[in-house]
């Protein structure tokens, strides 16, 4: 599949979700959530973005993988979280994003990504042309966190001078961010779904980001499930970070 048709699908379910957000059934489609088996939820919403999405790609020869239907992965493959941030979804925070990528390998090149935040429009994708916002080198670097874990107090050892931290909802929201010049990196200490982070790997790489996780920066999607913690940054800052977060 090349770039000009998955830039197709990805406008059609655009289309789509927006429709799907102004539609008058939002409301109940949110409120009509069930846990499942990892304690994780999902809504109406989840689901509707998920059957999209396979319909769209449906004449291409490729794996669908989704948080909501999956068995094994293999290539290529669109790979979807539907709705990332779903707690956050269901609190009415405007903290979420759906996730698409297509796979043709393992490697993070020669793929491609798209992340969308269907309340606030924010848009990013690795075929967007992009430009690099100049930063004060005296500035703190700014990093997002999970809601979650800075509500647990677990970046409360921090104390460096050198950067400041920020909660936000949603790991695909926060990696498309990253990759849009709000933030300076990203961590998670808690691990994730190749689902979670698929699109965003892909743009970040083609933005001069790294990934660095299990001691060393990845550029492979090896596993389905990634163990944390995870940071995402410039090389340049890459053993400023570790030492701060002692990984």
Not at 52 to 80: G, H, M, Q, R, T
């Amino acid at each position: 599949m090349d770039l000009d048709d998955f830039e197709n699908q990805i406008k059609n379910i655009k289309r789509r979700v927006v429709a799907l957000f102004n539609s008058s059934e939002l409301i109940k489609k949110l409120g009509e959530a069930t846990q499942k088996g990892d304690s994780s939820i999902v809504t109406q919403v989840d689901i509707e973005i998920s059957e999209i999405v396979k319909e769209e790609f449906s004449e291409f020869e490729l794996c669908f993988y989704s948080e909501e239907e999956f068995d094994e992965l293999s290539y290529p493959a669109i790979v979807v979280d539907p709705i990332d941030g779903t707690r956050e979804l269901e609190r009415g925070l405007q903290e979420c994003a759906v996730s698409i990528a297509l796979l043709n390998s393992q490697n993070f090149n020669d793929n491609y990504g798209w992340i969308y935040n269907p309340y606030t429009q924010f848009e990013i994708s690795n075929w967007q042309s992009f430009i690099a916002p100049k930063k004060n080198r005296d500035q703190k670097l700014l990093g997002l966190v999970s809601n979650s874990e800075w509500i647990r107090g677990k970046y409360n050892y921090v104390t460096s001078s050198e950067i400041a931290l920020a909660p936000r909802g949603s790991i695909a929201f926060k990696l498309g961010l990253l990759g849009a010049g709000a933030c300076d990196f990203v961590i998670t200490l808690r691990p994730k779904n190749i689902w979670d982070i698929a699109a965003g790997n892909i743009i970040l790489n083609d933005r001069n980001f790294v990934c660095f996780m299990n001691g060393k920066v990845v550029d492979e999607f090896n596993e389905t499930r990634l163990d944390g913690p995870i940071l995402w940054c410039h090389p340049e800052n890459l053993d400023m970070l570790r030492s701060i977060f002692q990984i």
